[in-house]
């Protein structure tokens, strides 16, 4: 099961009901209540993929398109224009523009990976 599978449905059933607006506390109460066996997933992505993050961007950061500034990841973001959940967005440090991804960290992680392999 992905993780952004586990997240949409949670997002679903305690969002979409206005029972919270936040992610991580609608996360927390699918873990609780519903998930099943094999949609228990950590509430927090771990520590040790966000530490191997960190150490990749150190190589490789990509770079905005717009400004060449440098982007910074956000993890479990929510759009401020239409309320959906992503498990990514690039930030620019300098024009401030966001780019929303589909993309879990662990992915993210292995492009940065193999972009510095090149
Ligand atoms: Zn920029």
Redesign the pocket.
Known sequence: MQRSEVIQKARKKYIGSGITNNITEALRMYLEKDATEEEQIPLFISAPVEYAIKRELKLVRP???????E?FMQIEIVSLTSGEHFPTAWI??????IEYSNKTPEQWLEILKNENRE
């Not at 770079?63 to 500034?69: F, H, K, L, Q």
């Not at 620019?92 to 523009?97: E, V």
């Open positions: 770079v905005c398109d717009e400004c060449e500034g982007l620019c440090k300098t024009c401030n523009k």
